[in-house]
Nanobody, 119 residues
Framework: QVQLVESGGGSVQPGGSLSVSCTAT????????MAWYRQAPGKERELVAA???????TYADSAKGRFTISRDNMKNTVAVQMNSLKPEDTATYYC?????????????WGKGTLVTVSS
């Protein structure tokens, strides 16, 4: 069983920077892909960025060039550094992780952390 604990987020003015991080805790052999999703009010949850255990990264078009995802496999953490933030980046950001278990591949979600970009 994996628990994902998020930290960071908060409020920032347009053009500013924020980071969100997530730590996976619990009993597991290893974490596979870790990712960040976001959900704005009235919209569907969408992928922001993902990183595999090997370090391969994927970014949403909206995040390319502005966000950087990083991961520490020893500490089971994943973080996103968000620069040049825009009001449309306002959303609740959710940590996501996958892990192989005896039940198969299971997906876990954090509770979310709010990022608000406003002047």
């Amino acid at each position: 069983q994996v628990q994902l604990v998020e930290s960071g987020g908060g409020s920032v003015q347009p053009g500013g920077s924020l980071s969100v991080s997530c730590t996976a805790t619990g009993t597991f052999q290893s974490i596979d892909t870790m990712a960040w999703y976001r959900q704005a009010p009235g919209k569907e949850r969408e992928l922001v960025a993902a990183v595999t255990k090997a370090g391969t990264t994927t970014y949403a078009d909206s995040a390319k060039g502005r966000f950087t995802i990083s991961r520490d496999n020893m500490k089971n953490t994943v973080a996103v550094q968000m620069n040049s933030l825009k009001p449309e980046d306002t959303a609740t950001y959710y940590c996501n992780a996958g892990s192989w278990t005896d039940k198969g591949y299971e997906i876990y979600w954090g509770k979310g952390t709010l990022v608000t970009v406003s002047s």
